[in-house]
């Protein structure tokens, strides 16, 4: 492993006035000086910048996190009110589906081939419908900007930053494997899913197993074995380690956004008239792409969290644009705003059309519930 250095996520202020400084001579000289004086200013100017400040995209992911936590809360005391025998005074929280990504593959399969939206988990589907979209429009957005997973292995990586001072990289012939591992377990699910008839997939849609798929979820948690356990530690400690290091290998779910956002037409693009080499740019990016050498930035790992564009020192330079659009139009603001508004609007669509709340009912979950430990309940 070798380290990872230098980590930032503003403009650089001190690049920024040595360019207007320099502005005063002619322009093909001022470019070439500032060429000179940055390549040689880039590790000074990397180690001056601050890493763990934050923009706005953080702040998107702290809200989403933490009404992620508040879901889960929720959803633990509607369990804990059903198992007993007095008044169940929450409902059943949907967003906890989210958490359902298989279920959701097989709902999206069984809805293009007959037009039935599954009932039982219905906002599995509306969320992987959500991620599939702004992954396809904005990169890889939804791991960048809005998964909560994501954003506790980034909280990871700068947590094991502050502590040890660095992170590491492992060596690339190690790194290139493990990044297929993610679409080796894409490939394994899809292809179930694929191999599986319509008759196969409503059956497994209105089994025991599924209708209490979430609380099998939460209990993996709340009951967690040893062996759940000591895996969770060492996925912590690599997250500590290395950047993204869950996202990097192994998420199934970011493999499969990964794969939308090739179909994306926006991108990040590099003005090669105006780069000053400062490498600025790929030194911020949390999945080490070469973005410094790159006219465009095409990689199904970009998820689109624009900390390289913010970093840029130099204006127009580095910048999110979608193909037709002419200038960028693309701004941190306005990305996070149209994840937020997407998001809620499909929510409040999915409501109302009756494509968000389960149709298990309150009665039928506490049966259920209570003979959760038979052997129906278990994976088909
Ligand atoms: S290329 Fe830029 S937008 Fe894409 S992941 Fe790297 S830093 Fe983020
Ligand atoms: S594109 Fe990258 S290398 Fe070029 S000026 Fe901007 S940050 Fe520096």
Known sequence: MYQDKGQCSEPISEVKSLITEIQGSGECESRTKVKKQSSRSTKKLADKTRPYSWGLRNYVQLGVFLVTIAIGIHFFIYVHQAAGEGAITVSRPAGVEGFLPIGALMGWKLFLLTGIWDPIHPAAMVILGFAAVISFALRKSFCGWF?????????????????????????????????????????????TIFSMSRLAILAFLSSPYYKMSDVKMLFFFTQMSGTTGVVLVILVLASLIIRNFWCRYLCPYGALMGLFSLL?????????????????????????????????????????????????????????????????????????????????????SATIVGHWKSSVSTDEFRLRLQEIHLSKYTHP
């Open 147 to 191: 998964c909560p997973v994501g954003t506790l292995s980034e909280w990871l990586w700068k947590l094991g930053r502050k502590i040890l001072g660095k992170n590491y990289r492992l060596p690339l012939w190690l790194d290139y494997p493990l990044r297929s591992l993610k679409y080796l377990l894409l490939a394994f699910f899809v292809w």
């Open 264 to 348: 994306s037409p926006t991108r990040v693009q590099r003005n090669p008239e105006t780069c000053i080499d400062c490498k600025l740019c790929s030194e911020v990016c949390p999945y080490h792409l070469t973005v410094d050498r790159k006219l465009r930035i095409v990689s199904p790992e970009c998820n689109g969290c624009m900390d390289c564009t913010l970093v840029c020192p130099v204006r127009d330079t580095l910048e999110l644009k979608t193909i037709g659009m002419g200038k960028s139009i693309w701004s941190a603001a306005r990305l996070g705003l149209v994840i937020i508004v997407l998001y809620i609007g499909l929510v409040y």
